[in-house]
């Protein structure tokens, strides 16, 4: 029997009517071109992953829609989504089989085959539906995929509890992100690998925007080791970071050479409030 996961961040993080979701998504692209823009466009054909925020849609989704704006509907992708267990419960590295994902845009499915490769080559995966059960950061990148693919894509939901005092964190992602890029070589069809992500938070503005300009820094280098190094260094509180590691590692194996900043925001940019703010960043490999 399928299992059916609800959209449990539909109402909070994003409009639970599908009308007014859609007019959300909308004005995300158009806002996305606000502020200083990136010079060129990144070449599709050499695209491997990235890394996108997952807050309420009001505060981060025009920097999420910087990169979604780059996909189209003619070539559409499979997506291999990681993202941190906020609520630390269950598998320290968990998926799920035989389910599907429901948002008020309709739902989308498991690629049950590609989680069955992943497995195989990594034996830190665990089937485990705890961790997903309450987790928003792989839900909110869902109805932009859709508003992207339609019906046209599967996808892989990977959770990761993710805490700096674990001395094998940095060597367990790097090894996850090497067995997401060996399932996806098998694979025949195309595949993203999205790290969903929030950078600093609720620190004062200059401080979100140093410690984070940090981080990027050594994300757009694709460099795993130095961008963990610095996560600790500034005591960085970016909620994904295990989810980071990973699709930098998936995305060099995969042939990446670096990663490339198209937009970064904080919602202080949104509420005028710049005492105590989330950093934001869409990066693409």
């Known amino acids: 029997m399928m299992f059916v996961r609800p959209p449990v961040a539909a109402g909070q993080f994003y409009d639970l009517d599908p009308e007014r979701l859609r007019k959300q998504i909308d004005s995300s692209f158009r806002r996305a071109d606000e502020g200083a823009e990136m010079k060129g466009r990144p070449k599709m054909s050499k695209l491997r992953g990235a890394v996108l925020p997952h807050a309420g849609y009001e505060y981060s989704g025009h920097v999420a829609a ?7 509907d003619k070539e559409p992708y499979n997506c291999i989504i990681i993202g941190p267990n906020h609520y630390m419960f269950g ?34 995966l665990q089937i485990d539906v705890t961790p997903h059960q309450n987790e928003h950061s792989i839900e909110v990148q869902l109805p932009f995929l859709q508003n992207r693919f339609g019906e046209k894509f599967k996808f892989v939901p990977i959770v990761i509890t993710n805490e700096v005092g674990d001395p094998d964190i940095l060597s367990s992602c790097q090894a996850l992100g090497c067995a997401i890029a060996d399932a996806v070589r098998k694979s025949k069809e195309k595949w993203l690998v999205i790290a969903s992500s929030d950078f600093s938070h609720y620190v004062p503005q200059n401080v979100a925007e140093e410690t984070d300009g940090a981080l990027i820094k050594a994300i757009v280098k694709l460099n795993e080791k130095l961008f963990f190094e610095r996560v600790n260094e500034l005591n960085a509180s970016a909620c994904g970071f295990g989810p980071i590691i990973t699709a930098m590692a998936a995305s ?3 042939g990446a050479e670096k990663g490339r900043l198209l937009k970064y925001a904080t919602s202080g940019n949104v509420t005028n409030e710049f005492g105590s703010v989330v950093g934001y960043a869409s990066i693409v490999f």
């Not at 910087?66 to 189209?72: I, P, Q, R, T, V």
């Open 252 to 254: 060099k194996k995969l």
């Open 91 to 124: 598998s320290k590295f968990a998926t799920m089989k035989n389910s599907l994902w429901k948002t008020p845009l309709g739902g989308v499915a498991e690629d049950d085959s590609m989680i069955e490769t992943l497995m195989r080559g990594c034996d830190l």
């Open 66 to 72: 910087k990169f979604y704006a780059m996909l189209n």
